[in-house]
């Protein structure tokens, strides 16, 4: 195998595997945050502040491991 190719064989499952993560985090802080809201509508304000902070961290880890990939496929 080329390095070439292992190179982006491992930028592909750097950015596969770290998407995955993020992307079930933010739908289990959605889901949190709707049966927050349902229970209780009046505190709707600041579960939403909060839910938006935690997106914005989980994100970020989507974000890292998009930097590494690009790393891996080029430096």
Avoid: C, W, Y
């Avoid at 600041?46 to 998009?66: C, E, G, R, V, Y």
């Amino acid at each position: 195998m080329d390095l070439d190719v292992a190179r982006q064989f491992a930028a592909a499952i750097a950015i596969g595997v770290g998407a995955v993560g993020p992307g079930l985090g933010i739908g289990f802080i959605g889901r949190g945050a709707m049966e927050a809201i349902g229970r209780n509508p009046e505190a709707s304000g600041k579960i939403q502040t909060s839910m938006i902070l935690a997106i914005a961290f989980t994100d970020a880890i989507a974000i890292f491991a998009l930097v590494v990939a690009l790393i891996i496929r080029f430096v």
